[in-house]
């Protein structure tokens, strides 16, 4: 994928000027949503390291690799603090994807912190629709 290509966040903007640089470097993530999009953003194109790298050390599974879904397309759908003043936010979204040629959504209110300046991914709630 290159840069100039559409984020597959879904935020509108090219990736080099959205999910990009947090992929390269994660503490560039103001925001946890920012943090969030670049995890939607690695699910898509198979950075796994990102992802392991931007997991709580105290939640993280010891092996982040392909979980074997399609990602589709992220909706935003709401943030509770998690600015980059914050300690501590929640991102609330909805993410489509396709498993063995059905289509589905995992809707979660993702949990995020601060530490040492950059934001991590400590856990989720999913929300049953």
């Known amino acids: 994928m ?9 935020s509108g903007l090219p990736l080099g000027h959205c999910c990009g ?4 470097d994660p503490s560039t993530a103001s925001t ?3 943090l969030m ?10 950075r796994w390291n990102h992802l392991y790298v ?3 050390p105290r939640t993280r599974p010891e092996l982040v690799d392909d979980d074997g879904l399609e990602w589709i397309g992220l909706q ?3 943030t509770e603090a998690g600015g980059p003043d914050d300690k501590n936010g ?4 909805a993410a489509s994807f396709r498993l063995d040629g059905q289509r589905d959504v995992l809707h979660e209110k993702a949990r995020f912190e601060r530490r040492a300046k950059r934001w991590f991914y400590t856990d989720g709630e ?3 629709d």
């Open 2 to 10: 290159r840069s100039s290509d559409p984020c597959p966040c879904s």
């Open 21 to 24: 640089p947090v992929l390269d």
């Open 32 to 34: 946890a949503e920012a």
């Open 37 to 46: 999009r670049s995890r939607y953003t690695a699910h898509v194109l198979g």
């Open 54 to 56: 931007t997991w709580h």
């Open 76 to 78: 935003v759908l709401d």
């Open 90 to 93: 929640i991102v609330e979204y």
């Open 126 to 128: 999913l929300v049953e």
